[in-house]
């Protein structure tokens, strides 16, 4: 397992960039979070260059990035905001000696903890994947996520719930991640639906910051399964978010590994899915208005032999706990009853 050097939990988090005097820092920052956040972070960074990112990184970002790096001489680069500014300042550390500090200001993507990033090359997404990726440093710090619409928290955080599910049945768990998966599951049940009821609950906003750093730290090492492989499918040609894609599929493609395997008894040792695991995610997702969410879209027409060969060529389909055939796809799609 790959883990980032050092992680500062809570909200007295940012009290590190005290120990940064006389480096030579830059900050990406996301828009929307400087907007909101800006004395803040000019007070906690005196002496730092701050710029703004927005958007999916480009190649064309990265590049320029590294040549401030080397032309300005930053010993450090701070990315504050979510995945994609995080993905942009992880970069910085393929750069020689640079220390790589990320506050993440959303929960549930793990790019916090992953060793990869999305980097966008004309209308391709590439991941680069490297050891190198996995930043020096982590703060999590709740209060960033308060302003979250309770929408956007239900569902990436439903990302993070799945990632951990799929990440305990998976092929290659391991004794390690397999607690760490147990851990998130227990934290993300009850603080979500403590978050969604009160927004401003900052303890629950801390246990999910939490759960999501967990859930990114399984998903780095076990991988996920086919709940993935079908969000990435559909959710690319629906474009949908990458969380809701997940949430639209949840309870179709486990009651159909439920039939087929039975690893998903592991969820016995969780203290909130011990008891019926369809019931019990039926339950939570309809707490959270996610439940049934496929009705509300339109699926078009269905290209079944591509979906077919798409879901199953996907490489979370490699680490599922049962291996997928056409008749899989199909049935669940038949269930779904959106073809
Ligand atoms: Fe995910």
Known sequence: MHFPGVVYIGKNSLFYFKTLQNKKILALVSKSVWEKHQERLERSLPNCDFRFSHGEPKKSDMESLHKEIQKKGYTHVIGIG???????????????????????????????????????????????????????????????????????????????????????????????????????????????RLACENPDDVKARENLQLAGFLSGLVQGSSSVGLVHSFAHYFGGKMRLPHGLAIGTFTLPVIKHGMEKTDRFQKLQASQYLNRDLLSDLTKFLRDIDLYEYHKKLDFGEIDVKEACERIRSDVCTTTNPYPVTDDDVKGILSKMEVI
Not at 142 to 162: E, R
């Open 82 to 192: 979510g995945g994609s500014v995080m993905d942009l300042a992880k970069t910085a550390r393929l750069e020689k000696n640079t220390e790589v500090i990320v506050v993440p200001t959303t929960s549930g993507t793990g790019a916090e903890v992953s060793r990869s990033a999305v980097i966008s090359e004309g209308d391709e997404k590439k991941p680069i994947v490297s050891e190198k990726l996995v930043p020096n440093v982590v703060l999590l710090d709740p209060s960033f996520t308060l302003t979250l619409s309770k929408f956007k928290t239900a569902y990436t955080m439903v990302d993070a719930l799945i990632g951990s599910i799929e990440g305990l049945v998976s092929r290659t768990s391991n004794p390690l991640s397999e607690g760490m998966a147990l851990l998130a599951i227990d934290r993300i049940i009850p603080n979500l």
